[in-house]
């Protein structure tokens, strides 16, 4: 059995790359990072290793890279022989990898399986977009392509911090992992990945993740970087800020109360593990990665406005979202394309387009004026 895995970089290979192999399957990891894409080819295994308690050193062997941008022929040839195709790439690179599906699915024999495609993003319904770009990419020929495949959402959940300079390939992760799967695409011919779930209906798994685990990471994150504050487990240890998040994630898992019938105490319960994750002390992660492309995290569908909007739109409260949002307006971080994007619009758009452009929310919705509010109080705190 053989995958194709897009994006061989800390969840690619601390995550995806090693539950894949440990499914038997061989992985082939694809990447257009020149030097990454070598230092794969030029080890014979690579540790994951997993900190903090529990935790165990697994090792990966059984792959190889090819530069998908050097080698697209390549590429393609594995495609088209390949079992299962995943993405850990982003969602906004979706996109850019969709031709090479595309190219692979045109050069499957007729007589192999379905291949089975999942994109593991933080998004809900990465798949479908990435199965969309494959229609796009595909033109004419999308009905006949796509018949060669299965695109299934999934929601995957282990953090992987950037990883230090002289890591090599090896990877330091958190000991926990889930990784829940739609099964409905496979028609009863499931992948094999030891430890993933297979579920009827993903909506409810993918907005508990997103919306609990991201929505705290990403306050964490923007609220810690406020306060001056490096590692998301020094800003949780600040209690003002840990009152922030908190705040955030009960109004979050309101939500998913009132949204998809979800158990009040075990979201409770399942808040209170999330932030003893981001408290691990034995992994080194930064408010810069968490924050990273701020404004993706403040779109329409994301992990703040996706659940404020439904929390307004419901009479819930929304204020603590809303303050996190306000946080999120003041990241700035030079090495970050969105960030200084952000902070350009801040600076050159007035409140009431930049709301309606960035949060992607109607002007008449019941949360657009909490937002407008808050980013015409960061507007006069950068022009002070
Ligand atoms: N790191 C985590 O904790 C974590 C956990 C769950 C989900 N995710 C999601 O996984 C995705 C990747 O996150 P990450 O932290 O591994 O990021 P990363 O930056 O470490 O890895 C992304 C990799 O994709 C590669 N890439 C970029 N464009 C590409 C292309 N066109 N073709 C092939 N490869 C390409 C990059 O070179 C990089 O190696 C994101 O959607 C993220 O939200 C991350
Ligand atoms: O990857 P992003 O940018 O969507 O979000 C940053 C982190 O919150 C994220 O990578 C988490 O570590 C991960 O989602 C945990 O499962």
Redesign the pocket.
Known sequence: MKAVH???????R??VGLLLHEGGYEVVF????DA?VDAINAASEYTVREAGPGGVNRVVTGFRAVN??LAPDGLAEEIATADVVTT????T?LR??AP?IVEGLRRRSPDAAPLQVMA????IG?TDQLRDEVVTAAGADADALTAGAVFANTA???????QPAGAGVDVTVEPYFEWAIESGPFDGALPSIPGAHFVDDLAPYIERKLFTVNTGHAATAYFGARAGIERISDALADPKIAAQVSAALEETSAVLVEEHGLDPAELAEYRAKILDRFRNPELVDTVQ?VGRQPLRKISRNERFIGPAAMAAERGLSSSALTAAVAAALEFDDPADEQSVELQERLRNEDAESFTASATGLDPEHPLFAAIRDAVIARQEAIMV
């Open positions: 897009f994006g061989a970089g800390n969840i690619g601390g995550f694809s990447d257009v990072a990454l998908s941008r850990a790439v982003g969602p690179v850019f990898v090479a593991c993003e933080n998004a990465a995957v959940d282990r953090i992987v911090p950037a990665r």
